[in-house]
């Protein structure tokens, strides 16, 4: 790609950037919600989830470009950002994807995996090998974490119905 080409096209190598960055946070957000409303469904447990939300940041490079962007100090990571934060309302009032979590519920989902899906992203697998862990350490544990959380909100649910 030649400098006239991305000047032709996006005017600036920021524009090219905030372009990219764009697409792949959207691909972000989209694996986020539709994990979310198919872990309420039924149709994908909390391990399956977590691949999920891990596999978007490792295999498109978002987890690397937030890096990167973070280390210059980006204004392109207010995007992501205000993204973030209107995800889980987006969610929760989301009734075709059959997802009806509460917007707490959403928010302990999203940073419990969307965190330790960057990190691992940007650290994961060199830090798992320099402490002799397993490669799908980080994952399981998430994994275990959320499923732990949402079946002690499951009780608690039953109990406020219940008591």
Do not use: C, W, Y
Not at 23 to 40: D, M, N, Y
Not at 85 to 114: C, H, K, N, W, Y
Request: charged share 20%; hydrophobic share 50%; glycine share 10%.
């Amino acid at each position: 790609m030649t400098h006239g080409s991305i000047t032709h096209h996006f005017g600036t190598a920021a524009n090219l950037q905030a372009a990219v960055a764009d697409v792949l946070i959207e691909q972000l957000l989209a694996g986020v919600r539709s994990g979310a409303g198919a872990l309420k469904a039924g149709t994908i447990d909390e391990a399956a989830l977590v691949d999920l939300v891990f596999d978007v940041f490792e295999e498109t490079g978002v987890g690397r470009l937030i890096g990167f962007l973070a280390a210059f100090g980006s204004p392109l990571l207010r995007p992501l950002f205000e993204k973030l934060a209107r995800l889980p309302r987006d969610i929760s009032t989301d009734e075709q994807q059959g997802s009806a979590f509460t917007e707490p519920e959403l928010l302990a989902i999203i940073e419990s995996v969307v965190t330790p899906a960057l990190s691992a992203s940007l650290i994961g697998a060199e830090l798992l090998q320099a402490l002799n862990l397993e490669p799908f350490t980080i994952r399981q544990r998430v994994a275990r974490n959320l499923a732990v959380h949402r079946n002690m909100r499951v009780v608690e649910s039953k109990g406020s119905v219940g008591g």
